[in-house]
């Protein structure tokens, strides 16, 4: 067990402390900060996740509201709901919670979020600003991963970045950020031939997969910095990421855990953009 563990939770606290500052910040200019949650359905993990957003919200002082939709919401009730927050004023950011029911179309539900209230980055207008290196908010996973790659010290400019995973979430705008920051990306998937070599090679490893144990330990280049997107409920029960951990720490300088990993620090950077959505309509 070389590796030094990238600690997602502890880092996540520090994030939020900063939104918090923020937050007390805004409210003496008289903006409090509101997000506004859109859970469909009765998933077990995204009720997980919503409440997780929901509590770090009232750590941050942020105001939120959780809506509650039913399994059987029809695409446009659910467009309905999400146009009542896009035209109220006080709500600064409008999450709605991924994946949905079968039957609704989510471009079409991501396409009614005006940008300025986006702040899972996920709309087409925030997406192209990413592409092109402009003021946008940034989707939280992949911003979350850069966050604990910089909180290493390790630095991203010229290395070999390999993500495995092409998704509009995660695995693209990860491999996006990477090469603002200077890396030289390779981004592998399901058709990609020699992924076992590009992944051994990769100087930082970012694992999108979904799939439990997918990067085994002769996958990861000793010395590397190793981020675990995944997670994965297995048969016992637990979470389990995309990595090996055990073998994969043995080789890698350092490796994110799952549980405590990037899930934490996914819902401390949507703490930052909610805070600065409510900032920028300050302004306009
Ligand atoms: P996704 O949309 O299912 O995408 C998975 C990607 O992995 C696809 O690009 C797919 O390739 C690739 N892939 C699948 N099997 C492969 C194989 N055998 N070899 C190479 N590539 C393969 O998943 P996602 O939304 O990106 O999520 C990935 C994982 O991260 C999941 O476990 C999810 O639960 C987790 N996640 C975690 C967070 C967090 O905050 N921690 C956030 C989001 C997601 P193709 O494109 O060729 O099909
Ligand atoms: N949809 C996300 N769908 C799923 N893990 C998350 C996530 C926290 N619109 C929208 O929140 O950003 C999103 N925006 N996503 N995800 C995944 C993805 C979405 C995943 C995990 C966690 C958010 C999290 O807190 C904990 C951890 O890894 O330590 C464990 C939580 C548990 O299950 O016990």
């Given at each position: 067990m070389g590796a030094n563990i990238i600690d997602g939770k502890a880092l996540a606290e520090t994030v939020k402390q900063e939104a918090a500052q923020q937050v007390t910040a805004l409210k003496e200019q008289g903006i409090t900060p509101c997000l506004a949650v859109v859970l469909v359905g009765e998933d077990p993990a995204s009720q997980v996740y919503v409440r997780g957003k929901i509590n770090d919200c009232a750590q941050c002082g942020i105001e939120s509201r959780s809506i509650r939709l039913p399994e059987t919401t029809t695409q446009a009730e659910l467009l309905a709901q999400v146009k009542l927050l896009a035209e109220?004023?006080?709500?600064h950011g409008i999450l709605v919670q991924l994946?949905?029911?079968?039957?609704?179309?989510e471009k079409a539900v991501i396409d009614a979020i005006p940008p300025e209230k986006d702040v899972d980055g996920f709309s087409p207008v925030n997406v192209g600003r990413m592409q092109i290196g402009e003021p946008c908010y940034l989707p939280c996973t992949p911003a979350g991963c850069i966050r604990m790659i910089e909180s290493t010290g390790v630095?991203?400019?010229g290395k070999q970045a390999v993500v495995v995973g092409r998704s509009n979430i995660v695995g693209k705008p990860a491999a996006m950020l990477l090469l603002a920051k200077d890396a030289t990306v390779t981004v592998c998937h399901s058709k990609t031939r020699n992924l076992k070599e590009l992944c051994a090679a990769a100087d930082i490893l970012v694992a999108a997969v979904g799939r439990a144990g997918f990067v085994t330990g002769d996958m990861v280049k000793p010395g590397a910095v190793v981020i675990d997107v995944g997670i994965n409920r297995g048969a016992d029960g637990k979470l389990h990421g995309d990595v090996d951990f055990a073998a994969a720490a043995e080789r890698a300088a350092w490796i994110t855990p799952v549980p405590g990993g990037v899930g934490p620090m996914t819902r401390a950077m949507l703490m930052l953009n909610t805070v600065e959505a409510a900032r920028r309509a300050a302004v306009r």
């Open positions: 109220d004023p006080a709500v994946p949905l029911p079968a039957g609704i179309d630095s991203i400019a």
